[in-house]
Each structure stands twice: as C-alpha cells, then as structure tokens.
C-alpha cells in the first residue's frame, strides 16, 4: 500500500493502490478468482481514534475514485463533489472518507485492461465475469485492510446505490448506515436493452479486435463514445434537454446532411468523445454486465425483504428523483417495502427535480440537506463528535 491515510490532515488526501497477496484471492460468484488483486483508492479526512467515522462512498457506472479530486487524466473536478468537500454533506472535517475504483475498472484496479500475471499481456476478454457482490467483496477486503472493523456509513447513487444494497445484504454488521441513492434492487428488461445496444456498438467497431485491442496503438473509439452517447440519454430527462438544448441549431441554418445541426447532437458527441479519453471499451463491458446480472433477491428466494433480514439495525436512507426514469421512483419505494417488511430502520425522500438521474451528481439543495440531515442524526446516535 503506498500512503497511510491515517497520517494525512484533516484536509489532504490520502490513498493509492492497495496490493493484495496472491494467497488472498478475491473469490468470484462465477466460480472462478483473481490473484494478486489490486484495487486503486482515494481517501479524505481522518479517521478517529474509536475508528466511527468512516464513509465508504460508491461510484456509479463510469465513475472511479476521484470522487473529490481532479481527475488525473482529464483535469475535471472530481465528480462527487456536491456530495464530498468542506461544507458538503460528507465533510472531510467530520468523517474519513474512501472511495475505491470497482474490480473491473479502468483507474487502477484489477480490471481487463490490467496485466494478467500469468501471461503478461493485458486480460482483454480472458478477465472473469464479475458482479456487483464481487465488487462489494473487494470493497469489503479493502476496508479490513485499512484498519477498519465497522465503518459509519456506506453512501452511493446509481449502481453505487446497488452496491450500498449488496453491502447491506452481504455484510450487515460491517455497517452502521447506508445511503441509497437513484437506484433499483435490479436491473429492469429496458436497463439489460440499452446497455446491449452500447455493447454491441463497441464490438462492430472493427478496432476492438475480439476484445484485444490492450497491445496495439488502435482503441475501439467509435464504439465506445456511440455507446456513451446512448447511455447518457438515459441520464437525463426530456424537461432537461428541453430545456437546455430544444430545437436550437448549431449555426445558422441547416446543412442538408449529417453534420450535427442541432445542438443536442453536438452535445451528444462531445460527451462520447471525451468519455473515450479516460475509459477503457471492455471496462465498459464487464461493469455493464455486472450490472444486468444484479438483482438482489435472486440469492434469497426471489424475496427481496430477504435480502435485508440480517440489516435490521442497519440505519437506511433511500432517495429517488421524481424525473429519473432509468431507476423511477417505484425502484425505490420497492425497497423501503422490502425494508419495511423485516423492520429495518427506513427512511425514503423523493426529490423533485427535472434533472433526469443525473440529478444526484448536480447541485440540487434539497437533495443535499435532506443527505446532510440524515447522517448528522446517524453520526449522533453513533455518538460520532
């Protein structure tokens, strides 16, 4: 491990790559293991002395663990940061804050971009099929290995809401709270379509090579932005682009081709192709596959409340946002039924906003409140000062 988090101030960072031995393998659901994990890590804050006041937050699909700092490969503000900074809801002043790259990532952990120890060259496609709960056992190996016996709170929107669920289920009394935000105990039919549409687009693109693209200079580019470009559409909502883009034309007039006139289509394509710029193709793969695979009560009987029985003294809170529709609200609400059902301690807020699911990572006041409200009355029944 190279740099201990625990001899950083209260407003540095902290973290790096966390290096585990090859005789302490992180077992997969498929069956199968990976050797030598690696998983790449940030941190912020300061751990107390009692070890109380540790947050886990989880990234969403194309996220890593830049979750308040600039992104080293593309300059922008860490993509967290409404949530985490100095006067956010999860101040470095009052908690330690870590924040992993998923297995299956492209920003330092074990992933198919990563050398494979007994070949030599980049995984491609020979990297195992992996999970969320694969993902949240990694996760789960990291935070033992920072010292950690109990953390406060596990916080996560989007599929980091999904692996705050797969923590609450797997390892109810590793957690005090958990923060569910914009997301669903499964991934719905229409979820599973449009990733296999960007799936498909990065595999025609004739530069992805069956997927061992790692040791040449071409990357599948095309590909990978045209399935961004799809995805991002769900991000969003109607209202949104309405009200940002509508019909307006890029210059005056029409071209009378395939030129991006409308706004929106410029839009579109600069999202791809800056996305291509800090992700790799058959990370997307693997994390959208891992995601299509999720649903959280299939290990317990296809009974959801099963799934939270243990994480009764679990502390929840979930969120949705009334315009998202790639996890609607009815997502969430199934939830806190499930929670409901075996007594766990729920609460549930519905935002109303017109941001689409994107929401979660824009500046949206009430969101934040309600968030920050929430933990500081979970930090004082934990009796964190």
């Known amino acids: 491990m190279r740099d201990d988090p625990t001899a950083k101030t209260m407003n540095e960072e902290g973290g790096g790559v966390m290096a585990f031995p090859a005789d302490a393998p992180l077992r997969l659901e498929s069956g199968g293991q990976i050797d030598g994990l690696e998983i790449a890590y940030k941190t912020y804050g300061r751990l107390n002395p009692e070890g109380s006041n540790a947050v886990l937050v989880c990234h969403a699909l194309t996220g890593d663990q830049y979750v308040a700092s600039n992104h080293p490969l593309t300059g922008r503000r860490g993509w967290g940061e409404h949530l985490v900074g100095a006067g956010r809801p999860i101040d470095p002043q009052n908690y330690f804050i870590i924040c992993s790259n998923v297995i299956g990532g492209c920003m330092g952990s074990t992933g198919p971009s990563s050398i494979n120890p007994a070949s030599g060259a980049p995984w491609g496609l020979t990297f195992p099929v992996i999970t969320l709960a694969d993902m ?157 695979y999720f649903d959280l009560a299939a290990a317990h009987g296809g009974v959801l409340a099963e799934a939270f029985r243990a994480a009764r003294d679990v502390r929840f ?29 729920a609460s549930f807020v519905e935002i109303d906003s017109d941001k689409g699911h994107d929401a979660f990572l824009l500046d949206e006041p009430v969101f934040h409140d309600a968030l920050g409200g929430f933990l500081t009355a979970a930090a004082a029944a934990r009796d964190i000062a």
Not at 327 to 342: D, F, K, W
């Open 317 to 345: 809170c979930v969120f949705s946002f009334t315009s998202d529709w790639l996890y609607p609200t009815v997502e969430s609400r199934a939830i806190v039924r499930a929670l409901n059902a075996v007594g766990a301690r």
């Open 136 to 292: 949240v056992r990694g996760q789960a190996m990291l935070v033992a290995a920072l010292g950690i016996e109990r953390l406060f709170a596990v916080v996560g929107g989007s599929m980091g809401g999904m692996q705050v669920l797969q923590w609450a289920a797997d390892y109810p009394g590793r957690l005090f709270a958990a923060v569910c935000i914009a997301a669903a105990p499964r991934h719905s039919a229409q979820n599973i379509a449009f990733h296999e549409v960007g799936r498909q687009a990065i595999m025609a693109d004739p530069d992805w090579r069956g997927g061992a693209y790692g040791a040449g200079a071409a990357r599948p580019e095309k590909g990978l932005a045209v399935a961004r470009m799809a995805a991002h559409i769900t991000y969003l909502s109607e209202a949104a682009l309405q009200r940002k883009f509508g019909r307006e034309l890029q210059r005056d007039g029409l071209s009378w081709g395939f030129d991006a006139d409308f706004q929106v289509e410029s839009y579109l394509r600069h999202q791809g192709a800056s996305f291509v710029d800090r992700f790799d193709a058959n990370s997307y793969l693997y994390i959208t596959r891992a995601l299509d």
